[in-house]
């Protein structure tokens, strides 16, 4: 099992930055994947970015360019950098975490809100 929490959600203005944070209970080395998803009211869950073991990382054709996933091993934390914030990115962040032959792991999600 693996409990991640998120933090850094807030409120800023369009053209602003946030970096979100989830930390991992247990070493990323043992998790296939992070993902970061986001929940709008109203919409479906979206996968936004990922980052896997070796190190590989995809966006959303949404987000390219604006967000960056990475990790710090040593705190076994993942990160989401996101520059350039529109309101349309107003959501409630989550990060996950696979692990092969386990259901999704799910944090509890931080609120991030961009005003016009």
């Known amino acids: 099992q693996v409990q991640l929490v998120e933090s850094g959600g807030g409120l800023v203005q369009a053209g602003g930055s946030l970096r979100l944070s989830c930390a991992a209970s247990?070493?990323?080395?043992?998790?296939?994947?992070v993902h970061w998803y986001r929940q709008a009211p109203g919409t479906q869950r979206e996968l936004v970015a990922t980052?896997?073991?070796?190190?590989?990382?995809n966006y959303a054709d949404s987000v390219k360019g604006r967000f960056t996933i990475s990790r710090d091993n040593a705190k076994n934390t993942v990160f989401l950098q996101m520059n350039s914030l529109k309101p349309e990115d107003t959501a409630v962040y989550y990060c996950?975490?696979?692990?092969?032959?386990?259901?999704?792991?799910w944090g509890q999600g931080t609120q991030v809100t961009v005003s016009s």
């Open positions: 980052v896997t073991t070796s190190g590989s990382t």
């Open positions: 247990r070493s990323i080395f043992s998790i296939n994947a």
């Open positions: 996950s975490a696979l692990i092969i032959g386990y259901p999704l792991y």
